[in-house]
């Protein structure tokens, strides 16, 4: 979701429906200005997880850059866009593709078929069929992002780096781990000599090749991936970042998986711990730190504590189920 980046500094979606009420009073309700501002709320809205406002908002942005017979066809875009992020947020996978489907074909008339704006859309449009399972359909999109990438900046750059993770994951998920993990070794490499070898990025490369071992009972290959990964990112990265719990969850499951529930507890409470002062007490990621401790529990004969634990883990995915 992107605000109009001709007003971008409204603070609070109190403001921006002031700003939406000035503008439809001074200019009408058919105004360029008036669709900007409502895209704008709609943004706010979204973050603030009221998906049904920031839908009508969007819908009417849309209406109006469709009246406009393609003279705006970017901020057509970018309304369409947007929607679909909304209904992605609602589980409308078929409804958000088919918007994402058309942000591309405006792009890729727009501004040509080998900008960088036409990749973030191959990979948005690509992230929406691997999430359907339609993999032949991602593969296809993340190769022209790649490719146009590496025309764009060279084989080496960090964008190729993200091609290549992207590309790597819809292997991973197809059960092509070796093709997966040649992806990311490159992606790593690319990463590295960027960024240097501590960078928050580098622990992300880390962390996925890991899980890829992980997948594969390559214990011995995921688990320094993983150490080094926590040591990045606890030296880079503030003590409460979200980033240290996934990899502190990731080392945890390692460890569980080897039976060694001593470390695996310890390292499983501290990311939830983090996750809780990072996204709040009913955050589906909490969900998800709650549901693993609670299996460790489970596999360690300990069913009381592990019922708690399901329990309020189940809570808090019902809630979020029906604010959907």
Same mark, same amino acid.
């Given at each position: ?22 503008a439809?009073? &001074?200019l !009408?309700s ?5 669709a900007? %501002?409502?895209?704008n *709320? #709609?943004?706010?809205?979204? $973050?603030? /997880? ?5 839908e ?5 942005a ?26 992605? &947020?609602? !589980?409308h ?6 918007? %994402?489907?058309?942000? *591309? #074909?405006?792009?890729?008339k $727009?501004? /040509? ?20 399972e339609?993999?032949?359909q991602?593969e296809?999109?993340?190769h ?9 900046? !060279? ?7 993200i091609c290549?993770?992207? *590309? #790597? ?5 197809? /059960?092509?781990h ?19 070898p ?12 890991a899980l890829l071992?992980l ?6 290959k ?7 990964? *926590? #040591? ?14 996934t ?18 507890e ?8 983090i ?9 589906p ?9 609670a ?23 019902t809630?979020?189920?029906r604010?959907?």
């Open positions: 979701m992107q605000p109009d980046k001709r007003k971008n500094d409204a603070p609070s979606a109190v403001s921006a429906r002031k700003a939406l009420q000035a439809e009073q &001074a !009408g058919d105004h360029p200005k008036v900007a %501002a409502r895209n *709320l #709609a943004v706010l809205y979204y $973050a603030e /997880g009221n998906h049904a406002e920031a009508a908002l969007l819908e009417e849309l209406s109006f850059w469709e009246k406009k017979l393609g003279t705006y066809d970017l901020d057509l875009a970018a309304s369409l866009n947007n929607l679909a992020e909304v209904h992605r &947020a609602q !589980g996978l078929r409804l958000a593709t088919a918007l %994402a489907a058309r942000t *591309l #074909a405006i792009c890729e $727009a501004l /040509g078929p080998a900008h960088s704006d036409v990749v973030t859309s191959l990979h948005y449009l690509a992230s929406l069929h691997r999430d359907q339609n993999y032949a991602a296809h999109l993340l022209r992002a790649l490719a146009i990438t590496e025309n764009i900046s !060279g084989p080496n750059h960090t964008d190729v780096a290549l993770n992207n *590309l #790597a994951e819809v292997h991973r998920v197809q /059960g092509q070796e093709r997966a993990a040649s992806l990311l070794v490159r992606a790593l490499a690319i990463d590295e000599e960027n960024l240097g501590d960078h928050p990025d580098v622990a992300t490369n880390l962390n996925n090749l071992h997948a594969q009972r390559q214990y011995a995921a688990e320094p991936l993983l150490q080094r990964a *926590l #040591a990045i990112s606890e030296k880079t990265l503030s003590p409460d970042h979200p980033d240290i719990a990899s502190l969850h990731n080392l945890a499951e390692l460890y569980s998986r080897q039976t060694q529930y001593v470390q695996a310890r390292l499983y409470k501290r990311a939830l711990r996750n809780e002062k990072s996204f709040g007490p009913n955050h990621t909490v969900a998800i730190s709650l549901k693993s401790l299996t460790l529990y489970r596999e360690t004969h300990q069913p009381t504590q592990a019922k708690l634990l399901e329990k309020r883990a189940s809570k808090i995915l809630s979020v189920k604010s959907m």
